[in-house]
């Protein structure tokens, strides 16, 4: 039974996590590059980036407990660098450059990069580059945090 809730938990928080993430990158992101006004759209991003940001580091913190604690439940640090589970060790990669990001680089870089851009020292053509390489980064996580999901599925009901 407890196998099972933290089976569900992590399903549950990866579903918001990802979620959030998609709709960040394919509604909020295209709406806010297309705002005329280059002020208005690092105060909106920043605005969205500062909540989505701290529920990010409680989705990767739960994701992070569920899955070690069903690791070890099943055992798996016998067979983690075997190469038997390839999918299980991707999952746990993508977990760990995205909590690098979470705790490391998004305070350091990306918040301090916005807050440079809404004290107005960053100017209209600066703005524009810094959405446009946003957009990719965005884009890249949704797309190996997506692959981190197959993965799991793959591990846990296989492929074949
Ligand atoms: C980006 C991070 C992660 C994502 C998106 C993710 C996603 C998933 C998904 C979608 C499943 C499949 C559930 C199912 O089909 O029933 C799964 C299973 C699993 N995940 Fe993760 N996961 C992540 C991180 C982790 C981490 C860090 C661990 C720690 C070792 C982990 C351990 C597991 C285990 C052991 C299972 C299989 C449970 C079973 O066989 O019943 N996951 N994960």
């Known amino acids: ?24 990158t394919f509604l909020i992101l295209p709406m806010i590059v297309k705002m005329p006004n280059p002020l208005e759209k690092v105060l909106l991003f920043q605005r969205i980036e500062h909540r989505f940001a701290p529920a990010a580091r409680i989705y990767s913190a739960v994701v992070g407990i569920s899955g070690f604690a069903m690791f070890f439940m099943m055992d798996l640090q016998r067979v983690i660098f075997t190469g038997e589970s390839l999918s299980l060790l991707f999952m746990i ?62 591990f846990a009901h296989g492929f074949f």
Do not use: C, Y
């Open 1 to 24: 039974m407890i196998f099972s809730l933290l089976h569900i938990i992590h399903v549950l928080t990866v579903i918001l996590w990802i979620g959030g993430l998609a709709f960040i």
């Open 93 to 154: 990669i993508v977990w760990i450059f995205w909590t690098v990001m979470l705790f490391g680089l998004e305070p350091l870089i990306i918040k301090r990069l916005l807050d440079r851009l809404a004290s107005q020292k960053g100017d209209g053509l600066e703005i524009e580059d810094v959405f446009k390489r946003m957009n990719v980064l965005h884009l890249a996580l949704l797309f190996i945090s997506l692959a981190a999901a197959a993965s799991g599925a793959i």
